[in-house]
């Protein structure tokens, strides 16, 4: 007999597919320059990206198939407020331009890593990604909602964002098989020890 799922995985996959379904509609806001719809509509998704995150964890309602999801989610909301960036914020992007280059390098490396070790996007969410994800929704939404850019701030997100992103390149090297919601490096290694000392 098939083990019936808890409401609340399917609560936690609609709200993933509500990010998945938004961001095309949050890009088309973008690009028809409707600045107030596109910062709501792209808050509303930064939110629901905690709340399903949070949902997940405390009923212990994750997946691969969810993991993999909430991935391509975030990495579309994301892609709708850098969309917004270009359209509303063109100033900023020359100014941080150097920086911005090397943010999208490393992410593209990672992804094309990740496509060609497991064949998928790799869904680790890390701590260092948690952290990074969190800083890079504050500084996006306050980019939209604010008059100008809070620097000190977007510095160190970027710094975050790097150190994130190298961080999934090694374990994407290191890790053989596709796993998600690996704790970090660290915990990675840690294991790796302790199974070492077992043999």
């Not at 095309?24 to 509509?41: D, N």
């Not at 990495?75 to 709708?80: F, I, K, M, N, S």
């Not at 990074?132 to 970027?158: H, K, N, R, S, T």
Request: proline share 3%.
């Amino acid at each position: 007999m098939k083990k019936q799922r808890p409401v609340y995985y399917y609560i936690v996959n609609v709200i993933t597919l509500w990010r998945l379904l938004a961001a095309p509609l949050v890009i088309y806001l973008a690009f028809q320059r409707q600045l107030e719809l596109f910062k709501w509509f792209l808050a509303v998704s930064f939110l629901t990206d905690a709340i399903d995150g949070f949902l997940a964890r405390r009923y212990r309602v994750t997946s691969t198939r969810g993991a993999i999801l909430d991935s391509i989610g975030d990495d579309l909301t994301v892609g709708a407020a850098v969309a917004g960036v270009f359209v509303f914020k063109m100033e900023f992007v020359r100014q941080e331009s150097v920086l911005i280059i090397v943010l999208t390098a490393l992410y593209v490396l990672q992804v094309c890593l990740s496509l060609i070790r497991y064949r998928k996007m790799s869904s680790f969410h890390t701590y260092l990604a948690k952290l990074a994800a969190i800083l890079q929704a504050v500084f996006l939404l306050l980019l939209f909602f604010l008059p100008g850019p809070v620097l000190p701030l977007f510095y160190l997100a970027a710094v975050a964002t790097i150190l994130d992103l190298v961080e999934e390149i090694v374990l994407v090297l290191l890790l053989r098989q596709w796993e998600a919601n690996v704790k970090g490096l660290y915990w990675v290694l840690k294991k790796r020890r302790l199974g070492r000392r077992g043999e």
